[in-house]
């Protein structure tokens, strides 16, 4: 782990340590300033669930606090008034609370409530078991909405910590590990030793793939995290290039998850299809043993500097200034003259775009049928106990 790696690991844990004390010093005075409003100045005779509300609220930004609280005030709303129909209509039984349920959670789902989906039928419930069914789930609305407008403006006022640089410092170092991965597979092939690393490099690179929710996560922060604050239009722009440099790196790792599974496939570990197929006795269809193409190590190093390069744009609180760009645009030209020399080495058929194309067609029918099949393919699991 090169020191790049290292400081962007020990930023991004004390970044996501500096947004949780936040969130927990938000929720105790939004608590705190919640149960003075509900005691001294409303008199509230269920004062408790007015911090209950600001509490249960309390998320890591002000725009998902408010979300969630305002989820769960039309949640006990809407549960309000359920209960007491039902209570006023066919009277408090068990049939009664059994309908309160079913039409309560239902209508959290088909009012897309998220996780105050319950809200309604908890607050229906609440209400109907209570002697004043008016009064409970009046003071219990009341002393909700303190709690939500109490969390969301504190958490307006309190600083938001650097979920930007986090998502940043996020995203390049997934980028510099994409650029490790491929630096390693280019020397392996230029040593010509590489057989027996390929089904390593298959899971890695499907590591990094799902890595990547993490930093859509910490991409996601940083956009609530700014929402409703004046004067975010520079941290705006970032956010909004960190977004887009999430989702090139989305195909990049698809591709380099399709590099080294073809890689792999050259090895014939598990074998080929439809080489090991019972049905196949035709030899000219079994595949003959490969090597990787020459020149493709200069290729994925090239690509490798690309990467490692990019890391560096994204710890960037500007956009990257025209001297590093030409910079970048020097090594993209370098990895695609690279491939030009490769590809055309390998075979003519780069000339002509239509014949790669149906060629990449028929590789990925080849590649659902590996998928599929119960005997040999890598899901077996599926198929058989």
């Not at 969390?151 to 510099?176: C, K, S, W």
């Not at 956009?319 to 590809?343: H, K, M, N, Q």
Request: charged share 20%; hydrophobic share 45%; aromatic share 4%.
């Amino acid at each position: 782990m090169d020191a790049h790696l290292r400081t962007a690991e020990v930023r991004a844990r004390m970044v996501a340590g500096f947004g949780d004390g936040v969130m927990v010093a938000r929720t105790a005075v939004a608590a705190a300033l919640s149960w003075w409003i509900a005691t001294a100045l409303l008199h509230s005779d269920a004062a408790s669930l007015a911090p209950a509300g600001a509490i249960l609220g309390a998320q890591t930004t002000p725009f998902a606090t408010a979300r969630k609280s305002l989820q769960r005030a039309a949640g006990i709303g809407l549960g309000f008034l359920l209960g007491m129909a039902a209570a006023a209509s066919l009277g408090v039984n068990t049939l009664t609370v059994l309908l309160a349920v079913l039409l309560g959670m239902y209508a959290g789902r088909l009012l897309r409530l998220g996780p105050q989906m319950h809200q309604i039928a908890l607050t229906a419930v609440l209400v109907m078991g209570t002697a004043q069914h008016f009064g409970y789930g009046a003071t219990r609305l009341e002393d909700n909405v303190v709690g939500v407008l109490i969390g969301t403006v504190v958490g307006l006022l309190v600083p938001a910590p650097g979920f930007p640089r986090r998502a940043g410092e996020e995203l390049a170092r997934l980028a510099r590990q994409a650029a490790d991965l491929l630096t390693e597979i280019s020397g392996q092939l230029a040593d010509g030793d590489w057989a027996s690393h390929a089904g390593d490099w298959v899971n890695r690179a499907r590591a990094l793939s799902q890595r990547l929710e993490l930093v859509r996560k910490a991409v996601r922060d940083a956009e609530d995290s700014i929402r409703w604050r004046p004067r975010s239009g520079r941290a705006r722009s970032r956010i909004n290039r960190l977004a887009e440099a999430t989702r090139c790196l989305d195909h990049v790792g698809h591709q380099v998850r399709g590099i080294s599974r073809g890689l792999y496939n050259l090895t014939f570990r598990e074998g080929r299809p439809p080489a090991l197929h019972w049905d196949q006795h035709d030899s000219h269809l079994l595949p003959e043993p490969a090597t990787a193409p020459d020149g493709l190590d200069r290729v994925l190093g090239d690509l490798a500097t690309v990467l490692a390069l990019l890391a560096d744009v994204h710890t960037l609180e500007e956009a990257p200034d025209p001297g590093l760009l030409r910079r970048l645009e020097a090594l993209v030209g370098a990895a695609e003259t690279s491939f030009l020399r490769t590809a055309l080495d390998q075979s003519t058929a780069y000339e002509d775009w239509r014949v790669l194309c149906t060629a990449g067609i028929l590789e990925d029918a080849r590649k659902m049928i590996h998928e599929l099949d119960p005997d040999i393919g890598p899901h077996r699991g599926a198929f058989h106990m």
